[in-house]
T-cell receptor, first 114, second 114 residues
Framework: AQSVTQLGSHVSVSEGALVLLRCNYS??????LFWYVQYPNQGLQLLLKYTTGATLVKGINGFEAEFKKSETSFHLTKPSAHMSDAAEYFC????????????FGKGMKLTVNP | KAGVTQTPRYLIKTRGQQVTLSCSPISGHRSVSWYQQTPGQGLQFLFEYFSETQRNKGNFPGRFSGRQFSNSRSEMNVSTLELGDSALYLC?????????????FGPGTRLTVL
């Protein structure tokens, strides 16, 4: 079965600092990979996704992630954190060929300090 | 274009009761998926409907059921409520299934079981 690991549950950065949220997955075949963000009292919003092709994926709000098959990783980065980035971030994986049944990581709460 | 809507947004029930949650997908979307979000278990896939048929089901007891109508609106029902059913229930819709289509999430229904 596919699974997603997000180590830790909380990360704190200063405004302007690099944001790095780690995600590792287990899958017997290359999966589709997603990063979602959830703001308080809201649903999830897609930041970016990897399906096939270019391994460096750019998303909304300045985020990007790189798919590394050899490391089974899909880490999310942003060069400079903004206060508005404070939210919870979820990495998710789906079986090849569909995005309807997502397996999510536990989530990472990002705090941005002024 | 209106987003995914879920009603009601908040619900309080007592153990043993049953509850029905509603989800209206984005116009034209035919696939609707449901997820349960709890602090302990995180986000877990419940089921997915496409063209009024359940296509995928997660690992939840039979007390959890759902259906989809011809206009793609979906309902999920939980019978004989337990305290552990307290959660945020999220609905997501996408245009296709079996592809890389983004899932658009609603704001969720927060269910509290007393």
């Amino acid at each position: 079965a596919q699974s997603v690991t997000q180590l830790g549950s909380h990360v704190s950065v200063s405004e302007g600092a690099l944001v790095l949220l780690r995600c590792n997955y287990s899958s017997s075949v290359p999966p589709y990979l997603f990063w979602y963000v959830q703001y308080p009292n809201q649903g999830l919003q897609l930041l970016l996704k990897y399906t096939t092709g270019a391994t460096l994926v750019k998303g909304i709000n300045g985020f990007e992630a790189e798919f590394k098959k050899s490391e089974t990783s899909f880490h999310l980065t942003k060069p400079s954190a903004h206060m508005s980035d404070a939210a919870e971030y979820f990495c998710a994986v789906s079986p090849q060929g569909g995005s309807e049944k997502l397996v999510f990581g536990k989530g990472m709460k990002l705090t941005v300090n002024p | 274009k209106a987003g995914v809507t879920q009603t009601p947004r908040y619900l309080i029930k007592t153990r043993g009761q049953q509850v029905t949650l509603s989800c209206s997908p984005i116009s034209g979307h035919r696939s609707v998926s449901w997820y349960q979000q709890t602090p302990g278990q995180g986000l877990q896939f419940l089921f997915e409907y496409f063209s009024e048929t359940q296509r995928n089901k997660g690992n939840f007891p039979g007390r959890f059921s759902g259906r989809q109508f011809s206009n793609s609106r979906s309902e999920m029902n939980v019978s004989t409520l337990e305290l552990g059913d307290s959660a945020l229930y999220l609905c997501a819709s996408s245009f296709f299934r079996g592809g890389t289509d983004e899932q658009f999430f609603g704001p969720g229904t927060r269910l509290t079981v007393l």
